[in-house]
């Protein structure tokens, strides 16, 4: 299972990205995905995941009512939109399939990681 974030980029605190997560080979409305942020310095975390019917979701609570993750399972893709970007957002993005998802948790119990994206939010 090898999945691909991208979508990442510079931008001014209070900005917007989108983040999209692409699957080789399989269907992603098949398994959970969650996204993960790595701070720099810091350990990775889940920042939110979403249940494979679109339910449940999960989202850490820094993030809570400005990133919404979301799947489009005609191209395959699941999004995180992010929103009022804070600079505490920065640092590397992946998206992966976590093994428990509840509306208060998601873990990935995986060593292996996908290609990231980067994120840097700084004016």
């Known amino acids: 299972v090898q999945l691909q974030a991208s979508g990442g980029g510079l931008v001014q605190p209070g900005g917007s990205l989108r983040l999209t997560c692409t699957a080789s080979?399989?269907?992603?409305?098949?398994?959970?995905v969650g996204w993960f942020h790595q701070a720099p310095g810091k350990e990775r975390g889940a920042v939110s995941c979403?249940?494979?019917?679109?339910?449940?979701?999960y989202y850490e609570d820094s993030v809570k009512g400005r990133f919404t993750i979301s799947r489009d399972n005609a191209k395959n893709t699941v999004y995180l939109q992010m929103n009022s970007l804070k600079p505490e957002d920065t640092g590397i993005y992946y998206c992966a399939t976590p093994n428990i998802i509840a509306r208060n948790m998601c873990l990935y119990g995986s060593d292996y990681w996908g290609k990231g994206t980067q994120v840097t939010v700084s004016s």
């Open positions: 979403i249940g494979r019917g679109g339910n449940p979701i």
């Open positions: 080979g399989f269907a992603l409305d098949s398994v959970e």
